[in-house]
């Protein structure tokens, strides 16, 4: 198995991890944190299969994830400040239909 | 849905039905990555362009000229993204305690250091890895290390200039952009003997751009007073 493989692997394994905990955390900060761990993986991906081919590595997809940080970075602290906002105006940091719902997630679901 | 759980807790159905999507997901991708490549990549189209492009990295060459749109949009989008912010509210006081001594003496050496390691990072993107966008992250850095450090200048957020470096980058991107054009010109298609010099005159100003509107979505909200 070529390291890049490997690369690519570990990011599609991380996209999983973190569609897991955005589908079901309540937390809006545990939201934010499983879509920046979802945009990880998917970087990790695009440069490993950047880095799969014979040759040279291609140094496009690199330039694509670049680019992906810097979005990445800003819709972080776009969510980060609506929530803050939420949080102070609601008094809790969930969507309205999350509201009943456990934050601690205590079981470890 | 009711499920013992809770009220509202993910039910056994949406769980299944989601180990199932993100399954199906896995051994299609993992499939995908283990069978034998369908394109060639653009490596070698990138390479045999590079000379024309202005720089010898072939990453900044993507970034700032074969696909300056995407770079372009990005700016945009962190242009967007700090106007979003600033548009939800002032700036929150950030809450002082007292500063460790590492902090501060870390600050006394780093903050100076910084725009060195800035310009650095900023020329050798030319040839090198780098480039405006860790350029400016560093120094947007400086900024974040300067708002967090106890003991600083009780000086205010200077608002009015924050506004202007913010929008500079965007706006020397398009102005280099529309300003190539000409008859057979188009839209970012950078004139051969110029391209270096344009490539750093964006990116010296999307340097600038980026740098505060990192630090300006650390804060938070709009700069009015002191942090």
């Known amino acids: ?109 | 849905m009711k499920t013992g759980r809770g009220n509202g807790e993910p039910g056994i159905f949406l769980r299944a039905a989601l180990v199932l999507l993100l399954a199906a997901a896995m051994v299609g991708v993992g499939l995908a990555l283990l069978a034998p490549p369908v394109g060639i990549g653009l490596g070698a189209a990138v390479e045999a362009n590079l000379a024309s492009s202005g720089v010898g990295n072939s990453v900044t060459a993507v970034l700032l000229n074969f696909r300056g749109y995407d770079t372009l949009l990005e700016i945009a989008v962190l242009t967007v993204a700090l106007v979003g912010v600033w548009a939800l509210g002032p700036a929150p006081r950030i809450e002082e305690s007292d500063a460790s001594p590492i902090l501060l003496a870390m600050n006394g050496v780093l903050i100076p250091l910084v725009p060195v390691i800035c310009g650095y990072l900023l020329w050798v993107g030319a040839t090198l890895p780098g480039g405006a966008f860790q350029a400016g992250a560093v120094l947007a850095a400086a900024g974040v290390l300067f708002i967090l450090s106890g003991q600083r200048p009780h000086v205010p957020l200077p608002g009015r200039s924050m506004r202007w470096i913010a929008i500079v980058g965007l706006a020397a991107f398009l102005c280099v952009a529309v300003g190539v054009m000409n008859g057979e010109r188009r839209f970012l298609e950078y004139p051969p003997g110029l391209a270096g010099m344009l490539m750093l005159l964006v990116e010296s100003a999307a340097t600038l751009s980026i740098a505060v509107i990192l630090a300006g979505l650390f804060i938070g909200g709009r700069p009015e007073g002191e942090p």
Not at chain 1, 15 to 37: D, E, M
Not at chain 1, 63 to 76: D, F, H, K, N
Not at chain 1, 79 to 96: C, F, K, N
Not at chain 1, 99 to 106: A, G, K, P, Q, V
């Open chain 1, 1 to 109: 198995m070529s390291s890049a493989l490997l690369f690519a692997c570990a990011g599609l394994g991380l996209f999983v991890i973190g569609t897991w905990g955005l589908v079901l955390r309540a937390h809006l900060v545990r939201k934010v944190l499983a879509i920046n761990i979802m945009a990880s993986g998917v970087s990790l991906m695009l440069v490993g299969t950047g880095a799969m081919g014979a040759g040279e590595v291609d140094p496009v997809p690199q330039a694509m994830v670049i680019t992906g940080i810097v979005v990445t970075i800003s819709a972080t602290a776009l969510a980060l400040a609506l929530l803050l906002r939420l949080a102070h105006a609601t008094g809790r940091p969930t969507l309205p239909e999350d509201r009943e719902r456990d934050l601690m997630d205590e079981e470890g679901r």
